[in-house]
């Protein structure tokens, strides 16, 4: 496994436009020429000159070039309803918890399906996904493309999705539709601040500040769609 994953920013020249400044512990450090950070679990972060012409910039490199999104579903009387985790996120809501479709990082030498069976597994404690969890159709994603490397073979983030049955989930006390007890274990990543999951309407999914989110809800509809097993409906029920 190699500790570092490769890019292609270069590194920075005498003429290079230089538009960015490093901060070491609070001090400006000059006349860098590259800089990476690494986690091998994770991905690399760089600093060079840009492919893109002349002058710096930073990017990311993730394992995979990014990890995989499960977004759980269940129609129920025509209306789809999405699968959401409730997680403390504090770089999205530095107060509030936040709503998001179960996703994550790829561990190494994991395929993306694996990733997308082991997070929606571990952050909504749904059993047996390996069954039901299938891709999505196109290409891979990329969180933002001016930051983000995914040019290798086969990488970016991978959208999933897996069918829950009406009968597998039940309305909560606080009128949610939740998970019932017969396809759940207990989720493994409270440390992650993972409050719990629930099925909401696909049109407040689509209304979620996740963009991982709203990425996978557009690419389900398209598929459920295209597929004949949902007809879209203007509003949202309720």
């Given at each position: 496994?190699?500790?570092?994953?490769?890019?292609?920013?270069?590194?920075?020249?005498?003429?290079?436009?230089?538009?960015?400044?490093?901060?070491?512990?609070?001090?400006?450090?000059?006349?860098?020429?590259?800089?990476?950070?690494?986690?091998?679990?994770f991905?690399?972060?760089?600093?060079?000159?840009?492919?893109?012409?002349?002058?710096?910039?930073?990017?990311?490199?993730?394992?995979?070039?990014?990890?995989?999104?499960?977004?759980?579903?269940?129609?129920?009387e025509?209306?789809?309803?999405?699968?959401?985790?409730?997680?403390?996120?504090?770089?999205?809501?530095?107060v509030?918890?936040?709503?998001?479709?179960?996703?994550?990082?790829?561990?190494?030498?994991?395929?993306?399906?694996e990733?997308?069976?082991?997070?929606?597994?571990?952050?909504?404690?749904?059993?047996?996904?390996?069954?039901?969890?299938?891709?999505?159709?196109?290409?891979?994603?990329n969180?933002?493309?001016?930051?983000?490397?995914?040019?290798?073979?086969?990488?970016g983030?991978?959208?999933?999705?897996l069918?829950?049955?009406?009968?597998?989930?039940?309305?909560?006390?606080?009128?949610?539709?939740?998970l019932?007890?017969?396809?759940?274990?207990?989720?493994?990543?409270?440390?992650?601040?993972?409050?719990?999951?629930?099925?909401?309407?696909?049109?407040?999914?689509?209304?979620?500040?996740?963009?991982?989110?709203?990425?996978?809800?557009?690419?389900?509809?398209?598929?459920?769609?295209?597929?004949?097993?949902?007809?879209?409906?203007?509003?949202?029920?309720?």
């Amino acid at each position: 496994m190699s500790i570092m994953m490769p890019t292609l920013l270069e590194s920075i020249k005498e003429g290079i436009g230089r538009g960015w400044t490093l901060l070491l512990d609070g001090k400006p450090v000059v006349n860098v020429s590259s800089l990476v950070l690494f986690n091998p679990p994770f991905g690399s972060l760089f600093y060079g000159k840009s492919p893109s012409g002349d002058y710096d910039q930073w990017s990311f490199h993730e394992v995979g070039g990014g990890g995989a999104v499960n977004v759980p579903y269940c129609i129920i009387e025509g209306l789809l309803y999405v699968g959401v985790v409730e997680q403390k996120r504090p770089l999205q809501d530095k107060v509030n918890p936040v709503l998001n479709v179960p996703r994550g990082f790829m561990d190494p030498e994991e395929t993306h399906f694996e990733t997308a069976v082991r997070e929606v597994n571990e952050e909504a404690g749904i059993q047996d996904a390996k069954r039901k969890t299938i891709l999505l159709p196109g290409v891979s994603g990329n969180p933002n493309s001016a930051f983000f490397e995914t040019w290798g073979d086969g990488e970016g983030v991978a959208f999933y999705c897996l069918k829950i049955l009406p009968e597998e989930i039940k309305k909560s006390d606080d009128d949610y539709y939740i998970l019932n007890e017969k396809v759940v274990t207990p989720v493994s990543k409270a440390a992650e601040g993972i409050m719990g999951s629930r099925f909401i309407p696909w049109q407040e999914a689509l209304a979620l500040g996740d963009m991982m989110t709203l990425s996978a809800v557009s690419r389900l509809l398209g598929f459920l769609v295209s597929h004949g097993a949902l007809q879209l409906s203007s509003s949202a029920p309720g």
